[in-house]
């Protein structure tokens, strides 16, 4: 990883200690706080730096444990959950792409549903915040553009749990 990816990943690991654990969506409130007092060049590498994330776990096994955290997921909810597992911080977005079921992993199962959706327009509003521009302006002028990697395939929904059992038990 670059300099670069150590700085947004402790920003965001900072983020979820300062929200707490239980708190995505103010956890992407407070990146959109302190992107949005960075330069329009940081806030853009920001964006990069969480898309390329996003493609680095866009898999099916991953896709199934969201299923099965979340009792269903669509492909707008692995989107979400994807959010969700980034915002949670470094350590648990490395050991998620080392082994999805991480991704379950000392989380409480009444917690769900697992997801922000908030995470993915946190460098668009912050941008707004710090340009007064519109949304629009950031997505047409500034936004990067990183290709969606196409890695994760539709998965038999009736046996998704039967292949993740261990998961299953503790989400069921």
């Known amino acids: 990883m670059t300099t670069d990816d150590e700085r947004w990943w402790d920003l965001v690991d900072r983020a979820r200690r300062e929200a707490g654990a239980e708190e995505p969506r103010a956890r992407a409130a407070l990146l959109v706080d302190w992107l949005s007092r960075l330069d329009v060049d940081e806030i853009v590498a920001f964006d990069r730096f969480f898309l390329e994330r996003v493609n680095g776990v866009y898999r099916t096994e991953l896709w199934e444990i969201a299923y099965i955290m979340n009792g269903g997921c669509s492909d707008d ?5 994807l959010g969700w597992l980034i915002s949670e911080g470094k350590q648990r977005y490395l050991a998620a792409l080392a082994d999805p079921r991480a991704a379950a992993e000392e989380v409480d199962a ?32 500034h936004a990067p553009n990183v290709p969606r990697s196409n890695i994760a395939e539709p998965f038999d929904e009736d046996t998704v749990k039967e292949r993740h059992p261990e998961v299953a038990a503790r989400f069921s």
Request: aromatic content about 22%; charged content about 30%; hydrophobic content about 30%.
């Open 110 to 141: 009444d917690d769900e549903p697992f997801e922000c959706e908030e995470m993915w327009g946190v460098a668009s509003r912050a941008f707004v915040a710090k340009t007064d521009q519109s949304q629009e302006t950031y997505y047409d002028q």
């Open 77 to 81: 909810g692995f989107d979400y959950f």
